[in-house]
T-cell receptor, first 115, second 112 residues
Framework: EAGVAQSPRYKIIEKRQSVAFWCNPI?????LYWYQQILGQGPKLLIQ????????DSQLPKDRFSAERLKGVDSTLKIQPAKLEDSAVYLC?????????????FGNGTRLTVT | AQSVTQLGSHVSVSEGALVLLRCNYS??????LFWYVQYPNQGLQLLLK??????LVKGINGFEAEFKKSETSFHLTKPSAHMSDAAEYFC??????????FGQGTELSVKP
């Protein structure tokens, strides 16, 4: 089966600019996650979707971050405006069930550098 | 507060030596426990998981981990390290189906 696809792989922007990341999960996976991984730290959940509905966005900085999964398949994460501390790898993951008993499948991530 | 701690941000072993990566959690409720591996410039891949049942869990690539409730630990081991094991390893925990919480990671280096 094809894995989780993410694009772009790398992005460099200046602070206060906007940026968007795209994720296409494994076919049939209802649950989609966006994680932020800052250098030297473990991934931190930003938002979890079940189909096209939001399950958990408690750690999403909503003043600048937004995410959508309009048709319950692929998803877009946007940052506007970006800050220096947003420099990180943004990982998308999907699973077949809304349960952590079902393993997460991760994409290769998008490495964002904000200058 | 529920949390997970990995002891040692960097572990270095010789090829053929025992690998031991430590993970402890804090929780008053039974957790689900996971180990993920991340190779350079790639996403995370599940190594193994514990949910219920046998406390010694075997995973891919010869790794295994043992859930010790009395010690609130879930250490990852491999009897003999291989060069290809060099990567970053993350312990993760979820409590009663809540969000997955990752440790800060341990980078494993394998010397020839």
């Amino acid at each position: 089966e094809a894995g989780v696809a993410q694009s772009p792989r790398y992005k460099i922007i200046e602070k206060r600019q906007s940026v968007a990341f795209w994720c296409n999960p494994i076919s049939g996976h209802a649950t989609l996650y966006w994680y932020q991984q800052i250098l030297g730290q473990g991934p931190k959940l930003l938002i979890q979707f079940q189909n096209n509905g939001v399950v958990d966005d408690s750690q999403l900085p909503k003043d600048r971050f937004s995410a959508e999964r309009l048709k319950g398949v692929d998803s877009t994460l946007k940052i506007q405006p970006a800050k220096l501390e947003d420099s990180a790898v943004y990982l998308c993951a999907s699973s077949s069930q809304d349960s952590y008993n079902s393993p997460l499948h991760f994409g290769n991530g998008t490495r964002l550098t904000v200058t | 507060a529920q949390s997970v701690t990995q002891l040692g941000s960097h572990v270095s072993v010789s090829e053929g030596a025992l690998v031991l990566l430590r993970c402890n959690y804090s929780s008053s409720v039974p957790p689900y426990l996971f180990w993920y591996v991340q190779y350079p410039n790639q996403g995370l891949q599940l190594l193994l998981k514990y949910t219920t049942g046998a406390t010694l869990v075997k995973g891919i690539n010869g790794f295994e981990a043992e859930f010790k409730k009395s010690e609130t630990s879930f250490h990852l081991t491999k009897p003999s390290a291989h060069m290809s094991d060099a990567a970053e390893y993350f312990c993760a925990v979820t409590f009663q189906g809540g969000k997955l919480i990752f440790g800060q990671g341990t980078e494993l280096s394998v010397k020839p």
